[in-house]
Nanobody
């Protein structure tokens, strides 16, 4: 079965860190652009990162640049999102996607993992 599964979400205090994982099964993840999106209650889904398949670099939205780092471990068929200096505005369900299109119907999605930043 072709799917991606996110994990690693949870509750963290402001200023803290979390690492999310996106593990693929049924296909080789290294051949695809992999996106990280998030959706807060009442808001549209927002693309925060896109990991390229080569050394063309990684995209970050302005809201997470210099705080979040996305990277691949091809041996584990997994992409990670290391998040640091978290603040309450980062609270959202985080989704991994195969594809980075902002047309969400164009991507294959995981089920999401909740990240809550709170005292």
């Amino acid at each position: 079965q072709v799917q991606v599964v996110e994990s690693g979400g949870g509750l963290v205090q402001p200023g803290g860190s979390l690492r999310l994982s996106c593990e693929a099964s049924g296909f080789a993840l290294d051949k695809y652009l992999i996106g990280w999106f998030r959706q807060a209650p009442g808001k549209e889904r927002e693309r925060v990162s896109c990991v390229s398949t080569t050394d063309y670099g990684t995209f970050y939205s302005d809201s997470v640049k210099d705080r979040f780092t996305a990277y691949r471990d091809n041996a584990k068929n997994t992409v990670y999102l290391q998040m640091s200096d978290l603040n309450v505005e980062d609270t959202a369900v985080y989704y991994c996607s195969v594809g980075c299109s902002e047309d969400i119907s164009a991507n294959r999605w995981g089920q999401g993992t909740q990240v809550t930043v709170s005292q």
